[in-house]
């Protein structure tokens, strides 16, 4: 019998955010889970959908959505490798997310840099969960990029 922990499904966003580095794209993997089941999984595809919105959040939001068939998603969880920058830190407070889980920070571009507060009221944050892994497939993404 396999344990869903937040480690569990954390190592399923680094999956995503592994496929995504194969793809070209930078390392960003996102899971939602609802009553300990993954029901929507998403990497980064900016490059590959030529599209400037199509961060793994908000691909994972929507296929949350389209799941449930629900706009809310007040009773799921979602895990990511990089913190949400405020365009999907936007779209996860319409969403009405109940947590969030997000492995390395983002000094630059993560939402705590812009407002904090962005997120809805209810949601509850959690930080630096596996932010290590995270953080080393960001450095060795820009650094293959680079050469």
Not at 18 to 25: L, N, R, V
Request: glycine share 4%.
């Amino acid at each position: 019998m396999e344990i869903f922990t937040h480690e569990y499904f954390m190592n399923e966003a680094l999956k995503q955010a592994k496929f995504a580095f194969e793809e070209g794209e930078i390392p960003v993997g996102a899971v939602i889970v609802s009553k300990n089941k993954v029901i929507a999984r998403a990497f980064n595809q900016t490059e590959k959908l030529t599209d400037v919105t199509a961060h793994a959040e908000i691909l994972a939001i929507t296929a949350a959505a389209n799941f449930l068939g629900a706009k809310y998603l007040t009773d799921c969880r979602l895990y990511v490798t990089l913190e949400p920058c405020p365009m999907c830190a936007g779209a996860l407070y319409w969403s009405q997310i109940g947590e969030i889980y997000f492995a390395a920070s983002d000094p630059k571009r993560g939402f705590h840099q812009c407002n904090p507060e962005m997120l809805h009221p209810k949601t509850k944050v959690f930080s630096g969960l596996m932010a290590k892994e995270s953080e080393q497939l960001m450095l060795d993404f820009f650094k293959k990029l680079r050469e």
